[in-house]
């Protein structure tokens, strides 16, 4: 199964926020859409990810606040993508290895969406139960 199966299935679009917003319409963005990453993007340029994680432990924990303060003071840069091709193993090694919970899919130099570590967890699962029903059906008919 592909990152782009995943894509599909999930529907929905592409969640960014520009670097010069402030914390708190990012806050409001990620609760509007009940979504906990937003892509930090200049245009079409990927620039980083801002997440829950990034507004707790850069903002709450320090005491700072988030009326004015920037997205870009706080989004987690140089994060890891995903090409749609690639295997939903393969995204999980990269969520794994660097620790985070949300890849932006990338096709070219486009963001095409943005895949979390639920979304795979939840696609691996129903691919395996897809397996076992497929092999509990041969099995019976093969006795």
Same mark, same amino acid.
């Given at each position: 199964m592909t990152v782009r199966q995943?894509?599909?299935?999930? +529907? +929905? @679009?592409v969640h960014a926020i520009h670097p010069e917003a402030t914390v708190l319409d990012a806050l409001r963005k990620l609760a509007e859409h009940d979504i @906990?990453?937003?892509?930090?993007?200049?245009g079409e340029r990927l620039l980083g990810i801002f997440t829950e994680r990034d507004y707790a432990?850069?903002?709450?924990?320090? +005491?700072?606040?988030?009326?004015?303060?920037?997205?870009?003071?706080?989004?987690?840069? @140089?994060v890891p993508t995903v090409a749609p091709e690639a295997f939903l193993e393969e995204a999980m090694r990269l969520m794994t290895e660097r620790r985070t919970r949300h890849l932006p899919v990338v096709e070219g130099e486009r963001v095409v969406g943005v895949v979390s570590i639920g979304d795979l967890v939840k696609a691996i699962i129903t691919h395996q139960g897809m397996l076992i029903a497929e092999l509990s059906r041969y099995v019976s008919e093969n006795r």
């Amino acid at each position: 199964m592909t990152v782009r199966q995943v894509l599909v299935h999930k +529907g +929905g @679009g592409v969640h960014a926020i520009h670097p010069e917003a402030t914390v708190l319409d990012a806050l409001r963005k990620l609760a509007e859409h009940d979504i @906990g990453a937003l892509l930090v993007m200049e245009g079409e340029r990927l620039l980083g990810i801002f997440t829950e994680r990034d507004y707790a432990r850069k903002l709450v924990l320090l +005491g700072r606040f988030s009326k004015d303060t920037k997205v870009r003071e706080v989004m987690t840069m @140089g994060v890891p993508t995903v090409a749609p091709e690639a295997f939903l193993e393969e995204a999980m090694r990269l969520m794994t290895e660097r620790r985070t919970r949300h890849l932006p899919v990338v096709e070219g130099e486009r963001v095409v969406g943005v895949v979390s570590i639920g979304d795979l967890v939840k696609a691996i699962i129903t691919h395996q139960g897809m397996l076992i029903a497929e092999l509990s059906r041969y099995v019976s008919e093969n006795r």
